[in-house]
Nanobody
Framework: VQLQASGGGLVQPGGSLRLSCTVS????????IGWFRQAPGKEREGVSC??????DYADFVRGRFTISRDNAKNTMYLQMNSLRPEDTAVYYC????????????????????????WGQGTQVTVSS
């Protein structure tokens, strides 16, 4: 099982980045997916998650970030627009079996059930 995240980097405030996470060793179709982030000195937090027709966004990214997936390519994405300095963090992709994830708590349950299904993280730095 491998989740390979990429697309991070240094961007100015107001800029955009698109993160990608390509998975191998399992089929993305059967999994709920999520993006999480962890800033220095802070706990990991859910950014955006998707299971079937349910997509959740944290309040601090709603309207600016968009999660998507291409099951045929076994890849998930996070389009990040209007980036702010407070978005600076290491961003992680994760997946958990859809059967385990309740639609009321998608990010929380992906965090709980992902196990080894975590990417290695990609650094996003928003600074002028």
């Amino acid at each position: 099982v491998q989740l390979q995240a990429s697309g991070g980097g240094l961007v100015q405030p107001g800029g955009s980045l698109r993160l990608s996470c390509t998975v191998s060793g399992f089929t993305l179709d059967d999994y709920a997916i999520g993006w999480f982030r962890q800033a220095p000195g802070k706990e990991r937090e859910g950014v955006s998650c998707n299971k079937d027709e349910t997509t959740d966004y944290a309040d601090f990214v709603r309207g600016r970030f968009t999660i998507s997936r291409d099951n045929a390519k076994n890849t998930m994405y996070l389009q990040m627009n209007s980036l702010r300095p407070e978005d600076t963090a290491v961003y992680y992709c994760a997946a958990a079996p859809s059967l385990l994830v309740r639609t009321s708590y998608v990010c929380a349950e992906i965090d709980l059930y992902a196990g080894e299904y975590w990417g290695q993280g990609t650094q996003v730095t928003v600074s002028s």
